[in-house]
């Protein structure tokens, strides 16, 4: 491998259309189905924020829904076929309202949301993560595991293997959604990144790669070293097992 290679499973660093498919999920209960002590405002201020699940409390965040869709749907969908660890790095609010059909002002809240987190917590203040191998980056997204739809993930990372950042670049839906390899290197380019992984999910369990994602992973390979930036793998993650295609099959 002229970019990266793969030695005992240990990522080396040296120096495309992605398709993705699956059914909608429709959730049908509301707010207002809900016994007065269960819902999210009671609960907070009955309970405490400790009380309340992610879900309910970006029910809080998000105030509403829209006429096709309450609040309490909305949320749960939100986390569901975005992923938590996902939202919570996504800075931008118009691929929030793209990848899941929501209002720009609700994509907004959600984003704001989290950024106040961050600034007022430092949430991003710990110790950065390192990951060296394709096990460390199935335990870290733990969260594409259950997901409904396939998600591309990407992964960048620094000279030091650091995660740098953490980007849904694209969410399947019913048709077919394309990613082409400059929507994986755009992000690598802003956040000065020295390598990225790729990650997707397959619902239906089978962590065998199909061709398309073997072509995939060789057309974006290709774009990294002409860029400069060198893809360490691409995970395949199911709910109880991951496989790598490795960056030249």
């Known amino acids: ?87 919570i790095h996504q800075k931008d609010p118009k691929k929030i309202e793209a990848a899941l059909n929501i209002p720009l ?48 993930r990407g992964l960048y990372l620094d000279s030091h293997y650091q995660l740098i950042h953490d980007e849904v670049i694209s969410i399947g839906s019913l048709t077919s959604n394309i990613v082409h390899p400059r929507e994986v290197f755009r992000p690598a380019i802003e956040y000065s990144a020295s390598a990225v992984i790729l990650v ?11 061709e398309a994602d073997i072509a995939i992973t060789r057309q974006i390979v290709e774009a990294g070293k002409m860029l400069g930036i060198g893809v360490l793998d691409h995970v395949i993650v199911t709910k109880n097992k991951y496989e790598s295609i490795p960056a030249e099959y």
């Open 105 to 152: 002002v609700k994509a907004c809240q959600v984003v704001a949301c989290f950024e106040l987190g961050r600034r007022f917590f430092n949430v991003d203040g710990k110790r950065p993560l390192t990951i060296r191998t394709a096990n460390q980056v199935y335990d870290y997204l733990k969260d594409m595991r259950d997901l409904s739809k396939e998600h591309l």
């Open 200 to 210: 997707h999910n397959h619902p239906s369990g089978i962590s065998k790669p199909s």
């Open 1 to 87: 491998m002229n970019v990266t290679e793969l030695r005992g499973n240990l990522y080396l660093q040296q120096s495309g259309d992605l398709i993705l498919d699956n059914e909608e999920k429709q959730y049908v209960m509301r707010l207002r189905d809900l016994p007065a002590e269960e819902k999210p405002r009671e609960k907070l201020t009955k309970y405490g924020p400790a009380a309340l699940s992610v879900a309910e409390l970006l029910m809080i965040v998000l105030n509403a829904g829209t006429k096709k869709e309450g609040v309490l749907a909305m949320s749960r969908r939100l986390l569901k076929e975005y992923g938590e660890s996902a939202i």
